[in-house]
């Protein structure tokens, strides 16, 4: 069981990136994923939630109307779009298989993780 996340960099103020979080050795359609993010100095934060019931999504108000998450099943790969990106949102970004409806909302328990991938904004 392994989740890979990619596509972080570094990007300027207002830019986008595009995570993905592909998945290997197991078939995502069953669970739900969270996207966290961990800048230095700071507690985990979870960023969204995306259920595979029924597509049901939920945002951090920090991030609600900058980012969008998706999944492709076909493809076995979640995605985190983030639009105008601020400084703020610099970090270690993770996803994580969760329950698969995201009870929970932002608070679902995190099972399995990837190892991360930098985002960087820069002023």
């Known amino acids: 069981v392994e989740l890979v996340e990619s596509g972080g960099g570094l990007v300027q103020a207002g830019g986008s990136l595009r995570l993905s979080c592909a998945a290997s050795?197991?078939?995502?359609?069953?669970?739900?994923i969270g996207w966290f993010r961990q800048a230095p100095g700071k507690e985990r934060e979870a960023v969204s939630c995306i259920s595979s019931t029924d597509g049901s999504t939920y945002y951090a108000d920090s991030v609600k109307d900058r980012f969008t998450v998706s999944r492709d099943n076909a493809k076995n790969t979640l995605y985190l779009q983030m639009d105008s990106l601020k400084p703020e949102d610099t970090a270690v970004y993770y996803c994580?298989?969760?329950?698969?409806?995201?009870?929970?909302?932002?608070?679902?328990?995190?099972?399995?993780w990837g190892q991360g991938t930098q985002v960087t904004v820069s002023s």
């Open positions: 050795g197991f078939t995502l359609d069953y669970y739900g």
């Open positions: 994580a298989t969760v329950d698969p409806m995201c009870a929970m909302g932002l608070e679902s328990i995190p099972n399995y």
